[in-house]
């Protein structure tokens, strides 16, 4: 072989290399027809990672761990999941997830409610990430009666200011709603249900937030409605952290409706004063 044909022999194998780790770093992509996503930091590497739940049976769920500097969500650092927690499918639209660091070690972790069973599993964050074979803690409705309520969409705060995540369990019609206190353990004790106490109308038409408003320490709910006209709702943690009744919040704010499916709402301390804002963008 001459030089030229070495040459010629190296530049290929260099362009063969190029291509292959080009091709093995691919960015993972997704679309909401076929997974539904979820954010957190799984791995507590400080970088957010995102958990993909297939809306199919036949697909199985993916984690997929951020990085920082080139593709943040790159197919080399993509985990297949199990589809099965507890012999149980993990298909989205048949659990109700919430991603919280209930365990207060840095760790995101999930907490993944299956209706049709009646009971839910708290899966660990961990340095490897999720794994669904072994969840810390299986609930059923004696640890968080909450599968009474029919169907019911779960969100995570702190209500009562203390060191430990609390559950908020909002039953779909919007009238009747559960509030449960984290406990040391990851176990969750049932502080607050009531009947008719948000007038919000459903999912569908309402999105709801958690946020501490009025910087006491303790997170409120703003319920704010998708389409134009219609009346926004508060909701304050009172000081044991139980939600007082929803109170009206006007739909129209210096004459502009700041409805949420035209306008991106974020809650924040826009004005640096200590106590979050409404922010309409
Ligand atoms: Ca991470
Ligand atoms: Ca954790
Ligand atoms: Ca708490
Ligand atoms: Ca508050």
Redesign the pocket.
């Given at each position: 072989m001459n030089k030229k044909q070495f040459l010629g022999k190296v530049f290929f194998l260099f362009i063969l290399i190029f291509t292959f780790s080009a091709y093995s770093q691919e960015a993972v992509k997704w679309d909401d027809e076929t997974y539904i996503s979820y954010f957190g930091d799984f791995n507590g590497d400080q970088v957010s990672d995102v958990l993909l739940l297939p809306l199919e049976e036949t697909l199985a769920p993916k984690l997929v761990l951020g990085t920082e500097g080139g593709l943040k969500y790159s197919s080399v650092n993509q985990l297949i999941l199990t589809s099965h927690i507890n012999n149980q499918t993990v298909v989205a639209e048949l659990v109700e997830i919430v991603v919280a660091d209930y365990t207060n070690d840095g760790f995101s972790d999930l907490l993944i409610a299956f209706k049709e069973y009646n009971n839910a599993f708290l899966v660990a964050g961990s340095v490897n990430g999720l794994n669904f074979a072994d969840p810390i803690k299986l609930y059923s409705n004696n640890e968080l009666s909450v599968f009474d309520i029919g169907n019911f969409s779960f969100y995570a705060g702190n209500f009562n200011g203390d060191e430990y995540l609390d559950l908020l369990a909002i039953s779909d019609n919007s009238k009747h709603h559960k509030v449960f206190h984290g406990k040391e353990g990851v176990n969750f004790e049932l502080v607050q249900s009531k009947k008719n106490h948000f007038k919000w109308k459903n999912k569908a038409k309402t999105k709801v937030r958690i946020a501490?408003?009025?910087?006491?320490?303790?997170?409120?709910i703003i319920a704010s409605s998708r389409k134009k006209g219609i009346t926004h709702y508060v909701s304050?943690?009172n000081k044991k952290g139980k939600l007082k009744k929803s109170k009206k919040l006007k739909a129209k704010l210096l004459n502009k409706e700041w409805n949420s499916d035209d306008f991106g709402l974020t809650v924040n301390d826009a004005n640096g004063d200590g106590t979050l804002d409404i922010v309409k963008s």
């Open positions: 501490d408003i009025n910087g006491d320490g303790k997170d409120d304050f943690a």
